[in-house]
């Protein structure tokens, strides 16, 4: 199924991203044809075939629940674009 | 021939014998950088000083007589997307351009309790998308062989800063054939390990159930002692596999007799250049030569593992992106009105259109109406891939294609049409999605430029594609050096 611009438009929102005019329609032209490749996969039968989300058969994988050092506070914040109180610094988010 | 020309295990063998030291070893890698580094742009960071003081411990340590590894003192580089600890790892995004880790990744780790000598960090694809190495935020690297033309990608800083002579050894990433392509176009070798073979904690994350970290080299022998260096369990990456350490260098066997290779045709049909064709099929007659047999097979699935890589990928890449909100680290616009407006704008300025697109395309997969038709559809063809080859091994030790479709392609060639650039992974993306090892050697040349031979293995059975590697590499004269 073709994407349109407003496609284009929504997942963006959805993806935090924006673009311009002209960059939707690029983008609409570019999407598409990667979107109409990807779409082969409905000639295949999958009918009764199960999901492999890992190539290894992993399962769950346990350990002891044990207390061990973590990284400081300090080290962390040390990447944060803005930060105070040893907190990471934001805009306010409540109307 | 020069110092810089030599292997690991020769450089090794000469420190061994005290011939050389690892302070030198280190000046004259360097001097090579200084030489070519400008045409070649492998790099995005390096560390002389600290280098050149690791190598002074080192030097001290063989003067002393310590028991010490194989790459011991051996100056070696790493992909930008791995973690070094107070050094910037960008992953050559704007996104990440100042990110300082906190921790080493694993890897890292491990090739420094070896006494490898880390000398820097190489140029990638923005976050290991591409193919070409064109996708930086920062550089374009250029192929040794030919400077008009692409490294491959999207290791394709390590892969040209092993084949210039800049370092003896690197890491790189392959989600779907980041190291084997790069390799193949650079006539070096490259393997891309089991999936769960190598830890990949510290690996900035692009596809998450197709990523693994694995050498370039110059030879199978270096590739067989870099894998021995950074293979195991790692607690903290629960995908790695606890498994018995296996120690690869006894895989460098020159013999091939009664091994038996499947040629699957679907990676000699659309795409695959006739001459490409024609050299591989020269190097399974070598084989054959050499004691081997083929047999031509179908793994049917093929033609759908492109397609279900470009839904698989992207889909994983927009949820592992998404941690990039200009918060807690990464890049974060200057000026913005509110917390969502803070998001969009700092990635609209950190990500590269490639990243985009690629979240764009998996975000879309992902969206409610679309996930059963897209995503759950892939995960199911995924199934029929990985049984194409369980099935292939029942019968064949190993099973040989083309690294790549074709010789390097020159800069800019692709760079406007994004499916053209996929269709030049279209020999390796299969192997991830069946999470199987593979390993590209060089095989040939097509009008001079480099050509690459994949060899693929059962999970955990890359023993075996080394030793047909090592089989090949001894008994034929492919493996030679760029002249740059």
Known sequence: MALSVKDVEHVSKLSRLSFGEDEKKEFVEKLNSVVDYIEKLEEVDVEGVKPTYHALDIKNVFREDEVKPSFKRKDILNNAPDSEGGCFRVPKVVK | ?484
């Not at chain 2, 590697?469 to 760029?482: I, L, M, P, S």
Request: net charge negative.
């Open chain 2, 1 to 484: 021939m020069e110092i810089y020309d030599l292997t690991i295990h020769e450089v090794r063998d000469l420190l061994k014998k005290k011939k050389i030291t690892s302070v030198a070893l280190v000046e004259k890698v360097f001097e090579r950088i200084e030489a070519v580094e400008e045409d070649v742009a492998s790099f995005l960071a390096l560390y002389k000083e600290e280098a050149l003081e690791k190598a002074e411990v080192m030097d001290a340590k063989y003067a002393a007589g310590e028991p010490l590894g194989d790459l011991a003192g051996i100056p070696i580089a790493v992909k930008d997307n791995m973690c070094t600890i107070d050094k910037n790892t960008t992953c050559a995004s704007k996104m990440l351009e100042n990110f300082v880790p906190p921790y080493d990744a694993t890897v890292i780790k491990k090739l420094e309790d070896e006494g490898a000598i880390i000398i820097g960090k190489t140029n990638m694809d923005e976050f290991a998308m591409g193919s070409s190495t064109e996708n930086s935020a920062f550089q374009v690297s250029r192929n040794p062989w030919n400077l008009d033309y692409v490294p491959g990608g999207s290791s394709g800083g390590s892969a040209a800063a092993v084949t210039a002579g800049e370092v003896f050894g690197a890491l790189g990433s392959d989600t779907g054939g980041s190291i084997r392509q790069p390799a193949a176009l650079c006539g070096i070798v490259g393997i891309k390990p089991t999936y769960g073979l190598v830890s990949r904690y510290g690996l900035v994350a692009f596809a998450s159930s197709l990523d693994q970290i694995g050498p370039l080299s110059k030879d199978v022998e270096d590739a067989a002692i870099m894998l021995n260096a950074i293979a195991g369990h790692d607690e903290r990456d629960s995908t790695s596999v606890p498994k018995k350490k296996i120690n690869y260098k006894k895989a460098l066997v020159n013999d091939v007799k009664g091994m038996k290779i499947g040629v699957p045709k679907e990676y000699f049909g659309e795409g695959v250049t006739p001459k490409v064709k024609e050299l591989i099929y020269k190097a399974l007659d070598r084989l054959v030569e050499l004691g081997a047999e083929y047999e031509e097979i179908s793994l049917p699935y093929t033609e759908y593992s492109l397609p279900t890589y470009y839904i698989i990928a992207p889909a994983e890449c927009s949820s592992n992106l998404a941690r990039f909100d200009g918060i807690r680290y990464g890049h974060r616009a200057e000026t913005f009105e509110g917390i969502d407006d803070l998001y969009t704008k700092s990635r609209n300025q950190g990500f590269g259109e490639e990243v985009k697109r690629r979240i764009m395309i998996g975000t879309h997969s992902l969206a409610s109406g679309y996930y059963d038709a897209y995503y759950n559809r892939a995960m199911k063809v995924r199934t029929l891939i990985r049984d194409d080859f369980d099935k292939a091994f029942e019968k064949f030790d190993c099973i040989i294609t083309p690294t790549a479709p074709d010789k390097a392609f020159k800069i800019g060639e692709k760079t406007d049409d994004p499916l053209a650039m996929y269709m030049s992974d279209i020999c390796t993306v299969p192997i991830n999605i069946a999470g199987v090892p593979a390993i590209s050697i060089p095989a040939g040349f097509v009008d001079g430029m480099p050509i690459g031979m994949q060899i693929i293995g059962q999970h955990f059975d890359e023993e075996t594609i080394i030793k047909v590697a090592y089989t090949f590499e001894q008994n034929t004269d492919f493996n030679k050096r760029a002249t740059l």
